[in-house]
């Protein structure tokens, strides 16, 4: 910092630009934070103006979207539900995330560890009890996440192969054998549409509070990757590789085994979502299994500065908005797209407002801002 | 022969909307943004597009099918290049990561796309299309021309569209490869600090190539409405088309050229099973329908391991340039 501000010094002698930036590093988090709250603020404000051009008022829309997420029991178990994968694909993208692998491939790993979950209960169901059943699904579920997550970080490692086309061409490859699974060998006899048939209760996830354990799993993962991630050794390799694979080579770590290694770890964490969505939610697979989580998560393990406890609070938010929308689809006839366009203004505010916390504008005659510090 | 000749035009329709969008996308890539959001941006193109005639319809005493059609076109270009305008300005300005201002202009462009179709729906009264003049625009061919026999069937009976795909695909390959600017946009891509010491306006090379790559994704998305579609608003009507457009840009390797001949290849295989009998059955065809995905890994990896120069990425692309970091 201190170098940097010389340098700018220096090119100040010359000519001075109006607006000019300077890096800083000093806000205080509960000034970030209060930055990135005001700016789903204003998202929301702009989500305002939408409902009132429809001729809707606000406030009632808004209250609406709360009270269908929250208000009943049945409500809350929903949004809860929907919450759940969306936290599980954050945190799986979290570790590749830190270490700049852009993994957007967490929709495919998630539907891998769904077919390998639903090929346990399928074929599985009788021939162990219900909680080796269940354990069998999770392990099948994370290991099948994770080899479709280590084939694109092999490619990395190896050849220095672009792993943002490769993660996304593999969605699309394990959807499409979803479809074919779903046409084809695993086609329910009975039915007369292409569907796959209803896994056994045996398979099922038993549920407390009302809710499948699912949020017990995830949440013991955000528990874990918080720690993983800040203190321990693999997660500081990760931090280094992320910052700079030069130094991580220079202080003797093996980078493309830190690369397949993490992105086992971050596919098969997506498996597990893909499980807990079979296993606690659809009880079947089918081409809507994953249905755009692995592509929202991205967004919620990002604007979580890839803070796993954030995620709860985000993934939660974006539930909300989710199940809201279903509300006011019912009560405001607004349609249920709404709350894709909700969710992409508060992206966008989001991600915007990174700038005004990692920059400072300084204009040209305001001398006291000088050392930009 | 007859039916081969059929294949032929399918082909050519079906490929159309992927040429727009992949042209759309390298000339976007090849300023060094990687941007994702080429679905949402088709979205935003497609009912904007169908939104500008319908209303043009609905406002004028006697509509002109060729003037609704012009409007449309219009209309898509301007909505999509105003969604590639919010990520240029979230990426370039404010600089947010890449790929995630991508993802996050899918989620909101596609919610756009649903959101005003259905509100266009219900003020129309259940369903919006426009009038059989627009339709039969969009369903045209070139007047005299189209009627010899064989040839005028395979190169001149389609809606102008189409034509416009090309044209644009021509201009932009000429573009990037046969002027000054082209050259300095492409060393833009490859390498904004070199480019920025030549004097070369990084931003502005960045704004107007995403912005207008952007809206050439938006005439894709306007295309697929109006035509496959046939004017009417279908939700998640766009739904896979940006990103089959991602993977060829890939499949491509970045050349409007070969974007000419690799959209019209994919086009044609996703018509290919309606006209040659393959002997698939449902299911099967669900994994054919995944070989432009694998083919594209193919040609990732092939590329990426010869490592041929030519052949690769625009070196920049993804990463953000902050003049300040050097």
């Given amino acids: 910092m201190g170098a940097n501000s010389e340098k700018t010094k220096r090119v100040l002698s010359h000519a001075e630009p109006l607006v000019r930036l300077a890096k800083r590093s000093d806000m205080p988090a509960s000034k970030a934070w209060a930055i990135r709250v005001a700016s789903i603020v204003a998202a929301l404000a702009i989500g305002a103006v939408l409902i009132v051009a429809l001729g809707h008022n606000p406030f009632s829309v808004y ?10 029991k049945t409500s809350r178990v929903e949004t809860i539900k929907i919450a759940i994968p969306l936290l599980g694909a954050a945190l799986a993208i979290t570790p590749a995330f830190k270490m700049k692998f852009w993994n957007i491939g967490a929709e495919g790993q998630i539907l891998a560890g769904a077919i390998a979950a639903t090929y346990v209960a399928l074929f599985w169901i009788d021939k162990m009890p219900r909680p080796v059943l269940i354990l069998v699904m999770f392990i099948a579920g994370a290991a099948a996440g994770g080899i479709w997550g280590v084939i694109p970080a092999l490619f990395k490692a190896k050849w220095g192969i672009n792993e943002t086309l490769f993660t996304l061409m593999f969605n699309y490859i394990v959807l499409g054998f979803v479809r074919y699974l ?19 209760f045996q398979s099922r996830l038993p549920k407390v509070f009302g809710v499948h354990i699912g949020w017990i799993i ?6 874990a990757m918080f720690f993983y991630l800040k203190y321990a050794k693999q997660g500081y390799e990760i931090s280094v590789v992320g910052e700079s694979v030069k130094t991580a080579q220079y202080a003797g770590m093996n980078v493309g085994w830190i690369i397949i290694r993490t992105m086992f770890i971050s596919g098969a964490i997506a498996g597990i979502a893909g499980f807990l969505i079979v296993s606690g939610e659809d009880f079947t697979l089918s081409e809507s299994t994953a249905g755009g989580v692995g592509f929202t998560a991205i967004t919620v393990a990002w604007l979580s500065r890839l803070n796993p406890f954030v995620m709860v609070f985000i993934s939660m938010f974006l539930a909300t908005l989710s199940k809201g929308s279903n509300t006011i689809q019912t009560n405001f006839k607004i349609p249920a797209s709404a709350a894709e366009v909700l969710t992409g203004i508060i992206l966008f505010c989001m991600l915007g407002c990174e700038f005004f916390i990692n920059y400072k504008l300084i ?10 510090v | 022969m ?24 390298i000339l976007t890539e090849k300023s060094g943004n990687l941007n994702l959001g080429v679905e949402g941006m088709m979205f935003m193109g497609g009912i904007a597009g169908l939104a500008g005639a319908f209303y043009y319809e609905k406002f004028t005493a006697v509509p002109i099918g060729g003037i609704a059609a012009l409007i449309a076109v219009v209309c898509a270009f301007c909505c999509a290049a105003l969604g590639a305008l919010i990520y240029c300005f979230l990426t370039i300005t404010l600089r947010a990561n890449q790929n995630v201002t991508g993802l996050a202009l899918t989620i909101f462009g596609t919610g756009f796309g649903n959101f005003f179709g259905e509100v266009l729906s219900s003020r129309a009264g259940g369903y919006v299309a426009v009038s059989a003049a627009t339709k039969a625009v969009f369903n045209g061919n070139v007047p005299v021309l189209s009627s010899i026999p064989t040839v005028g069937k395979l190169l001149f009976s389609y809606n102008f569209a189409v034509y416009l795909a090309v044209i644009v695909a021509i201009a932009i390959a000429l573009f990037l490869n046969r002027t000054r600017k082209g050259l300095s946009l492409r060393a833009v891509g490859e390498n904004p600090a070199t480019a920025d010491a030549a004097g070369i306006n990084v931003t502005l090379y960045k704004y107007l190539a995403t912005c207008i790559g952007g809206g050439i994704c938006g005439i894709g998305g306007m295309y697929i409405v109006m035509v496959t579609c046939s004017g009417v608003w279908v939700n ?4 896979g088309y940006g990103w089959i457009a991602v993977a060829l840009v890939i499949f491509v390797t970045w050349s409007p050229w070969r974007a000419l001949i690799g959209s019209f290849i994919f086009g044609g295989l996703s018509v290919l099973r309606y006209y040659l009998h393959l002997g698939l059955n449902n299911a099967q065809s669900q994994l054919y329908d995944v070989v432009p995905y694998a083919a594209t890994v193919i040609v990732l990896i092939i590329t990426g391991i010869r490592q041929s120069r030519e052949h690769a990425i625009p070196a920049s692309c993804g990463e ?5 970091e050097r």
């Fill in chain 1, 63 to 72: 209250a609406d979207m709360v009270k269908g997420s929250f208000f009943t």
């Fill in chain 1, 182 to 200: 779903q046409n084809g060998p695993w086609r329910a006899p009975a039915s007369s549409f292409p569907q796959i048939a209803m896994i056994g």
């Fill in chain 1, 218 to 223: 995830i949440l013991a993962i955000t528990v």
């Fill in chain 1, 363 to 372: 204009f040209r005659h305001r001398k006291g801002d000088e050392a930009g």
């Fill in chain 2, 2 to 25: 007859y039916k081969f000749i059929q294949f032929i035009c399918a082909t050519i329709l079906a490929g159309t909307p992927f040429l727009y969008g992949t042209v759309g996308e």
């Fill in chain 2, 236 to 239: 998640n009507c766009i739904s």
């Fill in chain 2, 320 to 324: 953000n340039y902050f003049r300040e």
